[in-house]
């Protein structure tokens, strides 16, 4: 794949690609800063809304009129006229210590979020300071899948629907369970993939209609995997930090990747043209649409 890069948005954390076919749109976020954009990559037309909070992902509704909008403080659906959030649910409702990161959600509608520390990106960071990962069925009861979780990242699915992932970024795994839409994630998680010493921080996932899985990684790559998890290349990435990815367009081809400029100084930008931007490649085969969120 080739890189080009199609949204200069020069942003600290650009993360949660996801595509909503019915007005050809890509949503995404601007983490840190609390903002949500739809971006329309035909016209260049961009469309911004600005909650006021760390905001971990933002996925279209069923209701074309809302969307799903997960942050610091728990799980909203956001009136898109009016950018009003109204509270679903917040798994940890005392805890102020945490924020919610990265969230899915899945074929029949449950959420998949995980809480992380506030103090995460700082340097007072210390591994004990942990949140969990939890999964909630649609009439708002809570399942903790995995506690002491430093930080989790995109969830997604096999083609089946019989596996589910989740980047465990701080340990530079990857994590699996079984599924099923059933039930959801079924019986305990399982270290599939382990990055140390191979490949920096994993982040975001997506996944093809022939069941590869794509990961971004720190480190200006994404590797991929075949259905079975054997590794079939890295592709290179015109930039280091590489956030998070998904697929779009009229045929699901465009492969939308999102990009930081963390921590990085005037001189290092100067190499670094696009980092916190938004880059496309085509792909050869069409990849997964999100679950969008049901109202």
Request: with cysteine; net charge negative; aromatic share 12%.
């Amino acid at each position: 794949m080739k890189f080009d890069l199609v949204h200069d948005a020069d942003v600290t954390l650009a993360e949660t690609p996801i595509w909503d076919k019915r007005n050809k749109c890509l949503y995404w976020t601007e983490m840190l800063e609390g903002n949500i954009f739809e971006y329309n990559p035909e016209t260049k037309a961009e469309r911004k809304w600005s909650t006021g909070n760390i905001i971990a992902s933002a996925v279209p509704s069923e209701n074309p009129d809302e969307l799903f909008v997960a942050n610091a403080d728990g799980m909203h659906r956001m009136d898109k006229t009016t950018g009003t959030l109204s509270l679903i649910i917040a798994p940890e409702p005392e805890n102020k210590k945490n924020f919610y990161n990265d969230t899915r959600i899945d074929c029949e509608g449950r959420i998949f979020t995980s809480s992380v520390a506030l103090s995460y990106l700082t340097p007072s960071y210390t591994p004990d300071q942990v949140g969990a990962f939890y999964q909630i069925e649609r009439d708002g009861k809570i399942k903790k899948l995995l506690d002491d979780v430093n930080q989790l990242n995109c969830m997604v699915w096999n083609p089946e629907n019989t596996k589910m992932w989740a980047a465990d970024t701080y340990n530079k795994r990857l994590l699996e369970w079984d599924y099923n839409p059933k039930e959801g994630a079924v019986g305990s998680c399982r270290v599939v993939l382990d990055f140390n010493g191979k490949q920096e921080t994993p982040d975001g996932m997506s996944v093809d209609t022939e069941g590869n899985l794509y990961i971004c990684h720190w480190s200006g790559t994404i590797s991929v995997w075949d259905k079975t998890l054997m590794w079939k290349e890295n592709i290179p990435f015109p930039v280091e930090q590489v956030c998070a990815c998904g697929f779009g367009g009229e045929d699901m081809k465009d492969f939308y990747v999102t990009t930081a400029r963390y921590n990085y100084t005037t001189e290092q930008l100067n190499d670094r043209r696009g980092a916190g931007g938004i880059f496309m490649a085509r792909s050869s085969i069409p990849g997964l649409p999100s679950y969008f969120f049901k109202s």
